[in-house]
């Protein structure tokens, strides 16, 4: 596929979808170069395929000879690369309009969308997408083992892809197949309330032409009932069009995967959670939609392993298995922590990062109240990302909540710090959890080296 650009630099290359969109630009015979904080083993392969990698934001780093400038959410106004292509007049677009420019070039395009599992989910219908000739390329918010990374390079026929609700980003694509897993109140830096997250949902939805499809939970199945493209519903019970029955959760789910009372396929995972059952019927229903076999998907779903960062065995500690998660919101936090709690001899001892300060503050009560499903729970300063500290919120309000719920918790100055105190909680049958969307997984770090 031809693209206008013979140079184009991206701001925040070693991002997840940043890497994966500069990879696909290498690989079509486009230059590529591009600026992070920090190394990285994406950022080294990068540089092993042929990318000019800068680590640190200068302005030097932008040359005349660029006639195209990606950039990340997470990048501010004020990046002076940013300002200096501004000043050199260069085209500039961000990751999400560059991605929906991309997905022009195929012909059927499938988006995951919603408040949280999107990365699991994008990797089950991966993993079932593989097994079939369709030969997808696949942009994964995440890293796969069975893609050799976060990226699958396959033909200009199917793209499947992420889409990110955050800045109303999703509306930047050009989708002829989306799955809404669920929308709750999330990215409140930006949206109002639910009802102004709903009305992008809603809007994200209507770029569907009549002829393609919407995957949507049955509990979201009002908001899209003026839609003329094909609706269909996926959810717990039999009032979806795709539900599970005979579901049992341990050691591993097992269900009866079912189609308006008609039995298609009984399914067998081994990634753990009520959680991912919903995922798993949710990846079957378009799959099953555009014509792939039942049997397959069974395969697609039972070869899954997950995906890193998402329910991840790292290793063990005294006994204690220590899993690494990505949990960054209430609601997927007490879903990772109920299940831990199902499969655990032992207690649940977890290190959270929380991520934002906005996201902390607006949720406060919830977090707390999420973390009252855990033995001990364990909390870091703020991964900032994308913000600043005002000093209006500290992990330590977090605590503060914990206790009027009559639990305690204790506060971590530093991963060593946070380290110490899981060695010094830790005993055989425990699972240790680090969570959150920041870099917490350092901690898992710290304590698989302390075992060495």
């Known amino acids: 596929m031809n693209y206008n650009f013979n140079h184009i630099h991206f701001i925040g290359i070693g991002g997840i979808s940043m890497s994966a969109l500069a ?221 599970p029955t005979n579901m049992s959760l341990i050691p591993a789910p097992t269900y009866t995967l079912m189609h308006h009372g008609e039995k298609i396929a009984d399914i067998s995972l081994k990634v753990f959670g009520e959680l991912n059952v919903l995922n798993s019927v949710a990846s079957a229903a378009p799959c099953l939609s555009i014509g792939v076999d039942a049997e397959t998907v069974k395969n697609g779903l039972f070869d899954f392993k997950g995906t890193h960062r998402r329910y991840e065995l790292k290793g063990s500690l005294n006994g204690a298995s220590i899993i690494d998660d990505y949990a960054h919101h209430p609601s997927e936090m007490k879903v990772t922590l109920k299940t831990a709690k199902s499969h655990t001899k032992g207690k649940v001892i977890t290190v959270f990062q929380p991520h934002t300060f906005t996201r902390t503050k607006k949720l406060l009560d919830e977090f707390a109240e999420a973390l009252t499903h855990t033995d001990e729970a364990i909390l870091l300063d703020i991964y900032p990302a994308r913000e600043k500290d005002t000093g209006e919120i500290h992990s330590k309000d977090i605590i503060t909540k914990m206790n009027i719920l009559n639990k305690k918790g204790h506060y971590a100055g530093s991963f060593r710090d946070a380290a110490d105190m899981v060695i010094s909680m830790a005993q055989d049958g425990d699972t240790i959890i680090t969570m959150g969307a920041g870099n917490v997984n350092e901690v898992a770090d710290l304590l698989m080296t302390d075992k060495q």
């Open 23 to 243: 990879e696909i630009m290498i690989d079509e015979g486009v230059k590529v170069s591009g600026s992070d904080r920090n190394s990285s083993h994406i950022i080294n392969k990068l540089e092993s395929m042929g990318a000019q990698i800068y680590i640190g934001h200068e302005s030097r780093n932008i040359t005349a000879d660029i006639d195209l400038v990606v950039y990340t959410s997470a990048i501010s106004n004020d990046n002076p690369e940013l300002l200096r292509a501004r000043e050199l007049n260069l085209n500039i677009m961000d990751r999400a309009e560059f991605l929906g420019l991309v997905m022009k070039n195929y012909k059927y395009a499938v988006c995951v969308s919603g408040t949280h599992g999107k990365t699991t989910t994008t990797g089950m219908v991966s993993s079932i997408l593989i097994e079939t000739d369709m030969k997808p390329t696949i942009f994964l918010g995440g890293e796969m083992d069975s893609l050799g990374g976060n990226l699958l390079r396959g033909s200009y026929d199917l793209l499947l892809a992420e889409a990110c609700e955050y800045k109303r980003n999703f509306l930047k694509f050009n989708p002829t197949m989306e799955i809404i897993l669920n929308i709750e109140a999330d990215h409140l830096d930006y949206y109002r309330d639910i009802k102004d997250i709903e009305n992008a949902f809603v809007e994200y939805a209507e770029k569907i032409p009549e002829t393609g499809y919407l995957i949507v939970h049955k509990k979201h199945e009002e908001l899209f009932k003026h839609l003329k493209c094909n609706i269909i519903t996926f959810g717990p019970d039999e009032t979806a069009d795709y539900y």
